[in-house]
Structure formats: C-alpha cells, structure tokens
C-alpha cells in the first residue's frame, strides 16, 4: 500500500526558505516519478516540481528558479527546497505519485508572512 508522509511545512515571514519533504513507502521508489503539488484556499490543486527516476526535474513557470526538487532513493524521501518565499506562495502542499492510480499524502501547511 503507497503510503506519503509530508513533514517540513510552518509559518515563515516573505523572503525565507522552508525544506518540505515526503517519506515514501509500500512501492519501489528509485523507479517512480514522483511530485509536489500545492493548493491554497478556494484555489485548485496546481503542480509544483516533478522528479523523474532518473533525477531530471520539471517546474511551473512562475516557481523555477525559487523552488527546487530533489530525491534521496536511499531514504525513500523526495525534498521541496523553497527559497525567497511569497505570501502567495502559502498553501497546503502535497506530495504525489501515480502508480496505477492516484496517491496523495495528507499534506503540510505553508504559510507565509508578508
């Protein structure tokens, strides 16, 4: 069974950096793709940062350049490395993979100050 745990989320003021990560288990994770996604209020759920297997990584637009994706295949974990963070930035932020279906972790909050 896929599980996904995010851990890393907090209140930050506009500027800082925060280190979310995303502990993987029940599949094999070096050869999966594996994402962030985010949703802030009233908002959809919107694709952040992809990883494939071979470490290549994908952005939105809007983020490259502050946000950066990263693996450790020999913790199971993925990381979201976020710098010079905005208030629109703040959202819940989920970890995802897609095995057959669909599996989302149960997010963490961001929040960022202005």
């Known amino acids: 069974q896929v599980h996904l745990v995010e851990s890393g989320g907090g209140l930050v003021q506009a500027g800082g950096s925060l280190r979310l990560s995303c502990a993987a288990s029940?599949?094999?994770?070096?050869?999966?793709?594996m994402e962030w996604f985010r949703q802030a209020p009233g908002k959809e759920r919107e694709l952040v940062a992809t990883?494939?297997?071979?470490?290549?990584?994908n952005y939105a637009a809007s983020l490259k350049g502050r946000f950066t994706i990263s693996r450790d295949n020999t913790k199971n974990t993925v990381y979201l490395q976020m710098n010079g963070l905005k208030p629109e930035d703040a959202a819940v932020y989920y970890c995802?993979?897609?095995?057959?279906?669909?599996?989302w972790g149960h997010g963490t909050q961001v929040t960022v100050s202005s």
């Open positions: 995802h993979v897609r095995i057959f279906q669909d599996s």
């Open positions: 029940g599949f094999i994770f070096s050869v999966n793709d």
């Open positions: 990883i494939d297997s071979t470490g290549a990584t």
